[in-house]
Structure formats: structure tokens, C-alpha cells
């Protein structure tokens, strides 16, 4: 059984900070600061977006493109997430029922840092390709926190993308996934803290570049493949500089990850961050275009997908929902003190 992408829509917010302006406040030279992570601009979400807004919009937006799909049909949905709004009571149920899949499907709330939602589309593959369940729902989101005066502050951002996984019409076929996954404690966030710590110059080579690197090695290993055989490449980006620099380490080029690199234009959307990326490819993808993603999880893991767009993509009502570049277009900038309004450092007095 063929299992894979039926279809997909994603969603970024439309306000925007920039690093200089982050930097102002802080007394700090945030257009370098900006500069050195590859990071001009940053999205900011409203006071009325968090993650099942989100979620939800990019839901809606994937079902649009396939009128013909009855949402009854999809047996399971999961949101990968790490600002969840709820402690208690699942963002999943949320987005079910809003876009009428309930009441006959699973749903559950996913957590692994930036990968839980590659996590999800793992678990629905599973599902659809064990015959559980017709469709599976996987969403990756975040409205993601960095303290203030911390350098996640010039990078933490907002978005998301949700993937109808299946076996019929699939517009992008998952030829395989694979996971590499250790105990690596880089990043974290303790229960009831509002902003996670980081370990710094840690996070880098033992942490993003070696699960990275170990999970995308073995998936050309696996697939008796060469960066060569792939048209477009997406990698987790918590800034514009690793994946960047982790492409050219693997062997591609720039010409290959540049749709899917969307940090320098909205900041680190965390678990939304490779499915974004992905959504922008396959914005762009044509029949027979293979796709290499590897995803990035602090804690740490990373998943990898060789996928092959079908020739299905051309059937597919893919202006029935606007593109991530319609979506990001016209941005609105704030000021550091409506950015902190609107992420709740500050409070409006009862």
C-alpha cells in the first residue's frame, strides 16, 4: 500500500518583529544579532491566535483543497506542539471538532520539541498503512517562547501546518521514514516555567548537527541514494545559519533547501517548522520531484522522509487554499512593546 500526502495547508501569522527592534530594548545590536543567526524578521502571533488557532486554520485550509474527502473519513488526529494552550484538555479534540471529523476517531496531543508534528505524520502513517484507519490527521504548530533579553527572544515565532495523511489520491508519496533519537538534554522546559532554558553552545554540534546528520546519512544509506537524487530538501531550522550549514555538510545545495528554508522570513516556529517548510515545497513541487526532509526534536531526536511527488499533484485543487507565500504576504509590523503585550510578558492591570 502506497501511503502518503493527500493534503496539506499551513498557516503563519501576520505580524512581524524584527531583530533591531528586539535589540533596542535590550541595548543590544539586534540587526547583527539578526545577521549572525540569519533571522530578519520574525512572525508575532495576534492576542487572539495560540496553537489550536492556528492548528485549526491550517486544518481548514487542507481540507479545502479536497472537497471530495469527508472528514468523517479521518480515524485520528494528532497536533505536535510545545505551547499547547491547555496543561489539561487536548488541543487534538479542538481541531476535530472544527473541522466536523469527530465523533468516531482518535486524537491526541503529541510532544517531542520541534519534531512532535514529523512525529505525528509517523504515527499516521502507521495507522492508514496498517489499515486502522482511512485518514489520519498530523499537525506540527507552535507559538513558541524565549524569555525576555534571551537570544530565543530574536528567533521564537509562531505558525503551524497540518498534513492529511492516506493511501488514495496521495499527491507525495512517503517512500520510507526513519528515526535517530538519544537522550540529549539541550533544551527544555520545566512544568508551570513560562519560558524553556537552553544549553547554549551545547545545542549545536552533540545536539542538532549530529541527529541531523545521523538520521539523513542513514536515509541515503537506506534508499541507495545521493543528495543529487533530490530536487528539494527541508531541514529543521531554528535558525537560517544550521540548516544551511548542515545542507552544505550533507552535500546540497543552496538551489535545494531554499523554498523550504522559511526562518529568515518568520523566525523558529518550532514544531511547525519542517512542516512549513515542507508545505512551501510543495507549493512549488511538480510530478516526479523527490523531497528529502529531516526533522529536529531537542531532547533530542530527528525523523527523516524520502517522498516522491505523484502524478496526482496535478489533479490536485491546490488553489482551493492560499499558498504559504499568499499567506506570508503584506506582513505587519509591531513595536517591542505591542509584541510583548501581545505574548503576555506584560499584563493589563485587572
Known amino acids: 500500500m502506497d501511503v502518503g500526502i493527500v493534503s496539506y495547508g499551513g498557516y503563519v501569522p501576520r505580524y512581524r518583529i524584527k531583530p533591531e527592534e528586539i535589540g533596542r530594548i535590550w541595548g543590544v545590536d539586534g540587526k547583527s544579532m539578526g545577521k549572525g543567526l540569519m533571522i530578519y524578521q520574525k512572525s508575532v502571533p495576534s492576542p487572539d491566535e495560540d496553537v489550536v488557532t492556528i492548528a485549526t486554520e491550517a486544518a481548514r485550509y487542507m481540507m479545502d483543497r479536497v472537497p471530495e474527502v469527508d472528514p468523517k473519513d479521518i480515524g485520528a488526529i494528532y497536533v505536535g506542539s510545545e505551547s499547547h494552550p491547555y496543561a489539561v484538555k487536548p488541543t487534538a479534540t479542538i481541531v476535530a471538532e472544527a473541522i466536523e471529523a469527530t465523533p468516531a476517531m482518535t486524537a491526541a496531543d503529541m510532544e517531542f520539541a520541534c519534531k512532535a508534528g514529523t512525529a505525528g505524520i509517523q504515527a499516521c502513517m502507521g495507522l492508514v498503512g496498517a489499515g ?58 520545566r512544568e508551570g516555567q513560562p519560558y524553556p532554558k537552553h544549553g547554549g553552545r551545547f545545542t549545536g554540534e552533540p545536539a542538532y548537527f549530529r541527529h541531523i546528520t545521523s538520521a539523513a546519512k542513514m536515509m541515503l544509506e537506506a ?88 502524478d496526482e499533484m496535478a489533479n490536485y485543487k491546490r488553489d482551493n487554499a492560499p499558498t504559504l507565500e499568499k499567506v506570508m504576504a503584506d506582513p505587519i509590523y509591531v513595536d517591542y512593546g505591542i509584541y510583548a503585550k501581545f505574548k503576555g510578558k506584560i499584563l493589563m492591570p485587572e
Do not use: C
Not at 143 to 165: F, H, K, M, V
Not at 171 to 179: C, D, G, W, Y
Not at 245 to 267: H, M, S, W
Open 223 to 310: 534508499m541507495g541514494t545521493t543528495p543529487e537524487d533530490y530536487k528539494y530538501a527541508v531541514f529543521h531550522q531554528p535558525n537560517g545559519k544550521f540548516p544551511t550549514r548542515v545542507a552544505k555538510q550533507l552535500g546540497f545545495t543552496d538551489e535545494q533547501i531554499q523554498y523550504g528554508l522559511l526562518t529568515p522570513n518568520i523566525g523558529n516556529t518550532y514544531s511547525g517548522a519542517v512542516p512549513l517548510g515542507l508545505a512551501n515545497v510543495l507549493d512549488h513541487a511538480e510530478p516526479g520531484d523527490r523531497i528529502f526532509v529531516t526533522s529536529y526534536g531537542s531532547g533530542a531526536g530527528s525523523d527523516a522522509f524520502d517522498i516522491t511527488v505523484t
Open 132 to 189: 486502522m484507519v482511512k485518514y489520519g490527521v498530523a499537525i506540527g504548530a507552535d507559538t513558541s517562547q524565549g524569555a525576555p533579553g534571551d537570544a530565543l527572544e530574536y528567533s521564537a515565532s509562531a505558525g503551524g501546518a497540518a498534513y492529511l495523511i492516506g493511501s488514495e489520491k496521495v499527491i507525495a508519496k512517503i517512500n520510507k521514514t526513519l528515526s535517530f533519537t538519544t537522550d540529549t538534554p539541550d533544551f527544555w522546559r
